[in-house]
């Protein structure tokens, strides 16, 4: 069942101190158009900048998720990112006038809070999935990180949390992008810091925004009277308190808030490889640089799978195909000898792979050429064309009752020829979102992993005539 994009269906805006900054900031997220992505402007600088929020931007730093583009920055990101991403939110426009996102409550949850209050619109495009297809895995001996990415078909997060401490030796927190409720389980749950790291950090000129109202400060030792009174001075406080390992008696949202927060950040900074996955993700001991790792190898397999002329590696020919013969014959009106698409392998929201097989026995080789037989230009076209076709038409409830008609044809280009015995292997990608019937793609024709043909088409999808 296929899933549509959504947007906002109107603004917010949300203001507040920057965490590593302490300076004021308002973010406003605004609607978007379909297959935009999540886009994030800087309003204060004078060109007003745009850094698209995808891995292929992200600088690592400590304790933060960072884009850098064309020397402009945007900090802490990872908490807005995160709730766009849980409330299955797939285009969205940021306006920011600072280089830094509001640290707020060290959550998600003003931000889900707002989505909520303007809702979601559908959009006419499709989702566009990264399906994760093998196992994937990255991890760092200096941190102890692991985080393994296997395939499954929902988005789900699993987090593990390990210290050397009495009060957070391990934790265990999961989601469901189907059957976890963000909102209520996840969004609410704050960021956290240990007390032994809170001096570092100020020495580091970082966290000049973080204070009690922002974070959980986990005390793992005892603190005498002394001590006490100059944290109070450091944080602002008349007095500060201990309890059950948690500073001046902040009340957890969840047993395991600190782990479900790591689930947060998780979701956050791998929802910049530009697609919702489907796939299971474990993660033990993250950390925003791993997970920027992580999300910047996502990001490079959803490239490579969907560069225009790349064969489709994960294609087994030998194998059964998705589309035989007779499923294509009821999907297409062309029969015999003009019938040229043999099988389909593959069928997604914007590409299909078929095949067709080239042998003697076909008429047009009787005079294309009697002596050298090579397959005319015109019905390679017509092949890639047909599997086109296919692609639209999988989608109709009623294929049989239309067609798919010729409008354009640009850009063709024969690289190889085509001979009885080859193989030939057709990937062609959407361009566009379908609109009024009219369909834009890029199609590419291989023998082996050789590309032949390629060239791009304009068609209209129309019901058939003696209808």
Known sequence: MSVKQNTLKGEFS????????????????????????????????????????????????????????????????????????????????????????????????????????????????????????????????????????????????????SYDSPYLAMQYASYSFQNTDFAKEIAPCRTFVFLREVEALLANNLIKGGDLDNAIVIVDRKIGQEESERLAKLFGYENIEVKEGVLNNLQLCFDNEPARHKLLDVIGDLALCGRFIKGHVIAERPGHKANASVAKMLYKEIVAEEKED????????????????????????????????????????????????????????????????????????????????ILVLSGVPDPENYSTYFMKIDGVKFRNKVVPGDTLVFKLITTAPIKRGVVQMKGFAYVGKKLVCEGEFMAQVAKTKNL
């Not at 399906?131 to 789900?156: A, G, Q």
């Open 14 to 161: 949300l203001k507040g101190k920057g965490l590593h900054t302490g300076k004021e900031v308002c973010a406003t997220f605004k609607p978007s158009g379909e297959n935009t992505g999540y886009r994030i402007v800087r309003t204060d600088l004078d060109s007003c900048p745009e850094i698209p929020a995808l891995a292929k931007y992200v600088e690592f730093v400590d304790r933060a998720s960072c884009l850098q583009k064309d020397g402009v920055k945007i900090f802490t990101l990872e908490h807005a990112m995160a709730a766009l991403y849980g409330c299955g939110i797939d285009n969205c426009l940021i306006e920011i006038d600072g280089e830094e996102f509001p640290i707020l409550d060290g959550s998600s949850r003003y931000y889900v809070e707002q989505i909520e209050k303007v809702g979601l619109e559908e959009q006419e495009a499709e989702r566009r999935f990264f399906v994760v297809k093998k196992k994937m895995e990255f991890y760092s001996e200096e941190t102890r990180t692991r985080i393994t990415i296997l395939p499954d078909e929902d988005y789900n997060v699993s987090t593990l949390v």
């Open 310 to 389: 790349a064969y489709p590696w994960d294609i087994d020919l030998d194998a059964v195909p998705l589309m035989d013969i007779n499923k294509i014959r009821s999907l297409l009106p062309h029969r015999p000898p003009f019938l040229l698409v043999d099988k389909v392998f593959k069928v997604t929201e914007n590409m299909v792979v078929g095949c067709k097989n080239v042998t003697m026995n076909e008429p047009h080789f009787v005079g294309h050429f009697p002596e050298e037989p090579v397959m005319p230009g015109v019905l390679i076209v017509e092949a890639m064309s047909q599997c086109g076709g």
